[in-house]
């Protein structure tokens, strides 16, 4: 049974990066079948993809078109896990964070979620 | 505000049959598949409906969906209490070239 596993600080500042990392259970990240996404969710904004990344014959990422600028998700192999990091946070990225799996087309595994909110 | 639009609200009594609809453009809904994803209150969204139609196993058959053009629907038969949840769809943007969602249906069993 594939299980994903969200952590990381639960209140960043004003202008500072976020960073979450997720980690992977009965599977691998490094799957040719799988890609890892984050998606968040909010009230204002409701479900929101963010990003993912995945394996074929190499890494690739792809990213939301509007937050492309601010928006990183890496690959660990070494511990089976990947991350986010979202720069220049503004109260509007207050969330909750979900690592997603996606295969075949659709999002099948959600993590728990992490709830993340911006303020000084 | 999404590029997916849902309407905000859908309710039933127990037993009947209520539909909630996704609506798109040519750029998503119009070339890809759909998928619905159901949010119980406090948790996790999880995927229901996959490629317009198909039910992962242990989704019972009172649960369907369907897509024509740019629009797609999600029904639930026999409408039960643990069915009051929000209701998400969701399909790939050939033009964004990421993934879009519509705003969610919370939907109220009376």
């Known amino acids: 049974q594939v299980q994903l596993q969200e952590s990381g600080p639960g209140l960043v500042k004003p202008s500072q990066t976020l960073s979450l990392t997720c980690a992977i259970s009965g599977d691998s990240v490094s799957s040719k079948n799988a890609a890892w996404n984050w998606i968040r969710q909010s009230p204002s904004r409701g479900l929101e993809w963010l990003g993912r990344t995945f394996y074929r014959s190499k890494w690739s990422n792809d990213y939301e078109v509007s937050m492309k600028s601010r928006v990183t998700v890496n690959p660990d192999t070494s511990k089976n896990q990947f991350s986010l990091q979202l720069s220049s946070v503004t109260p509007e990225d207050t969330a909750v964070y979900y690592c997603?799996?996606?295969?075949?087309?659709?999002?099948?595994?959600w993590g728990r979620g992490t709830r993340v909110t911006v303020s000084s | 505000q999404t590029v997916l639009t849902q309407p905000p609200s859908a309710s039933g009594t127990p037993g009947q049959r209520v539909t909630i609809s996704c609506s798109g453009s040519s750029s998503n809904v119009g070339r890809n598949t759909v998928n619905w994803y159901q949010q119980l209150p406090g948790t996790a969204p999880k995927f229901l409906i996959y490629?317009?139609?198909q039910r992962p196993s242990g989704v019972p058959d009172r649960f369907s969906g369907s897509k024509s053009g740019t629009s797609a629907s999600l029904a639930i038969s026999g409408l039960q209490s643990e069915d009051e949840a929000d209701y998400h769809c969701?399909?790939?943007?050939?033009?964004?070239?990421?993934?879009?969602f519509g705003g969610g249906t919370k939907l109220t069993v009376l």
């Open positions: 490629s317009n139609n």
């Open positions: 997603v799996r996606s295969q075949d087309g659709h999002f099948d595994v």
């Open positions: 969701a399909t790939w943007d050939d033009s964004l070239k990421n993934w879009v």
